[in-house]
């Protein structure tokens, strides 16, 4: 199974950008759809972006679309979410996540979770 580790999380104002990465390790990277989900205190984990093995499918909910981008590189083994034009609804714990199979858009599909990184908006 692949290890996942996220950073490239912090502070941001309003309107902000900041770039999330996600190392994998330990397994063939490019065999796992890689997905990025998020929590916000009190809340359930939700689905953010879904990419997969290979780039050619990819999937954003709703209220994130035209303003996050995700990218993978498997010669490296690094996903990425690029986070724009934030809001402070945007702040949450970000979590990569990996699983065999398409994009699934619920948590419990994935098989391999990093350790999340806080990302916080100010308005």
């Known amino acids: 199974q692949v290890q996942l580790r996220e950073s490239g999380g912090g502070l941001v104002q309003a309107g902000g950008s900041l770039r999330l990465s996600c190392a994998g390790s330990g397994g063939t990277f490019r065999d796992y759809t890689m997905g990025w989900f998020r929590q916000a205190p009190g809340k359930e984990r939700e689905f953010v972006a879904g990419i997969s093995w290979e780039g050619g499918q990819i999937s954003y909910r709703a209220s994130v679309k035209g303003r996050f981008t995700i990218s993978r590189d498997n010669a490296e083994s690094y996903l990425y979410l690029r986070m724009d034009s934030l809001k402070p609804e945007d702040t949450a714990v970000y979590y990569c996540?990996?699983?065999?199979?398409?994009?699934?858009?619920?948590?419990?599909?994935?098989?391999?979770w990093g350790q999340g990184t806080q990302v916080t908006v100010s308005s």
């Open positions: 996540a990996a699983r065999s199979g398409g994009i699934q858009s619920v948590a419990i599909a994935y098989e391999s």
